[in-house]
């Protein structure tokens, strides 16, 4: 059985995204496309409802081509402790309240037993100084949370 990867908004955003002019995003763009070419066939994509919905706003022709790479990923349906979990890691941990949705998919991803969480959002998900807030509240509530990394983090050899 492959490790399972939850695919978080971020992913599907850059991989489609027109070419940036911007140093940092045309790099993450690369990785990412990058990742997505050579690296994905290792594991079991995974996304929720969550993502569906931030892929399907903004612009339409952009949303039509997140959610088209969407189409090749499995939906997990976001269980009610999902949602649980998601407010407690703001309500008692390291999230503020605007990242809400940043905790659902943090929560969907640990209570759905993932492996891997990945995201370009560093600011709220993929940051190191949140991380053991995010893992304590996680195992007390009985779950394992999943390593949240970048596809740069997962690239392999």
Known sequence: ?????????TIVSYLTANPSADVIKAAHQKVTKEW???????FDLFASEFVTVEAAAGNPTM?????????????????????ELGR???RRGPLPAKAEIDAFHIAVAATSGMNYLLTWN???IA??????????ICRALGFEP???CTPEELMGE
């Open 36 to 42: 997505w070419n050579k690296q994905r066939r290792h």
């Open 122 to 124: 560093c600011k709220h």
């Open 1 to 9: 059985m492959a490790p399972k990867v939850y695919i978080e908004t």
């Open 146 to 148: 999943p390593r949240i």
């Open 127 to 136: 940051n190191a100084q949140m991380q053991d807030g995010i893992g304590k």
């Open 88 to 90: 407690t890691l703001v």
């Open 63 to 83: 949303a039509k081509r997140r959610l088209r790479i969407l189409n090749e990923v499995q939906l997990i349906a976001v269980q009610p402790v999902a949602i």
